[in-house]
């Protein structure tokens, strides 16, 4: 069988859109682990906000996951964290942290395949969807026996976003399993990144979307509240992506967007207080259906 251009051309993108740090940015023992559905190891770290960390047991251990959460045992709301690219789970944790203690809740990050001490191999799309299907197995059906939370969101960032959506659109239809979707700093799609394609026909975009992460195609399909977060100034992943996203919501996700005076990496830099605000807001929005919540203001941490 013959290669067909729509497929070296994603060979071409996911080349190119596949950058892991060259050392992981943690140690191996720090992870828990996971597998694939095609047996690959999938590193993953469950990060808590300073406060639950300190009332630890004295016998739990720091760096073992699977013995956390027995202590406090009230339950806060988890984040499921997919991470941008050319970064691991040790360049995301202080990120993680800065959420955990923020938002009070916990978070869950985890590397692709050939991402820290996940396993070596295909750096794919498909294979970063099963990575994160093989985690949100875990959270729903082994975390809850070691570590009980009570709301589940979704939350990527560039390039994660994209398993995000994909988790999000496809447990979609079942009710109850996550809250509301977060997406900071979205790629529409790896064509409409790669080749600033806002231009181009629709008719030619929908085709060309499907090669490389089709977010803008994916979001129709998610049935939870989503919000949208993206730099006016990011020239990375330009703003357009975020319209773009934002225009496939269903309208009964609809969920105001943040569009911010930032670039691509420096939002939760420039503007803390704001991000956490409205990450609040939404939280809040997600569990009540109050859009005009009163949440106070952050204390930047």
């Known amino acids: 069988m013959g290669t067909t251009p729509s497929r070296l051309f994603a060979y071409s993108i996911q080349s190119l859109a596949f950058t892991p740090p060259q050392t992981p940015g943690y140690g191996e023992s720090e992870a828990e682990y996971v597998k694939t559905i095609d047996n690959l190891r999938i590193a993953i770290m469950l990060v808590r906000p300073a406060q639950a960390d300190e009332a630890r047991c004295v016998a739990d251990p720091p760096n073992d996951m699977r013995r956390r959460g027995g202590c406090d045992g009230a339950g806060r709301d988890l984040i499921l964290y997919s991470h ?46 099963r990575a994160i299907d093989a985690v949100f197995e875990y959270v729903s059906h082994e975390l809850p026996l070691k570590h009980k939370y009570k709301h589940l969101f979704l939350m990527g960032r560039s390039l994660g ?4 959506v994909h988790l999000a659109s496809k447990i979609g239809r079942h009710q109850g399993l996550y809250k509301g979707l977060i997406l900071q700093s979205p790629l529409a799609s790896g064509f409409r990144v790669l080749c600033h394609a806002h231009n181009v026909p629709d008719s030619i975009c929908r085709v060309m979307d499907r090669v490389f992460c089709p977010v803008v195609q994916e979001v129709g399909r998610v049935e939870q509240p989503v919000f949208v977060i993206h730099g006016t100034r990011d020239e990375i ?28 990496n420096d939002i939760e830099l420039r503007f803390p207080d704001i991000l956490i605000d409205e990450l609040r807001r939404f939280i809040h929005y997600c569990k009540t259906g109050n859009m005009q919540a009163d949440i106070p203001s952050s204390s930047y941490t």
Do not use: R
């Open 84 to 129: 941008g690219n050319a970064e691991d789970m040790g360049g995301a944790k202080d990120h993680g942290h800065w959420l955990a203690d923020n938002l009070d809740c916990d978070v869950v990050l985890f590397d692709y395949v050939n991402y820290g001490h996940s396993s070596v191999g295909l750096m794919s799309e498909e294979n970063m969807y």
């Open 161 to 164: 976003t994209t398993a995000s």
């Open 237 to 264: 992943v330009c703003i357009e992506n975020a319209h773009d996203v934002q225009s496939k919501v269903q309208t009964k996700c609809y969920y105001p967007p943040l569009y911010i005076e930032a670039g691509h």
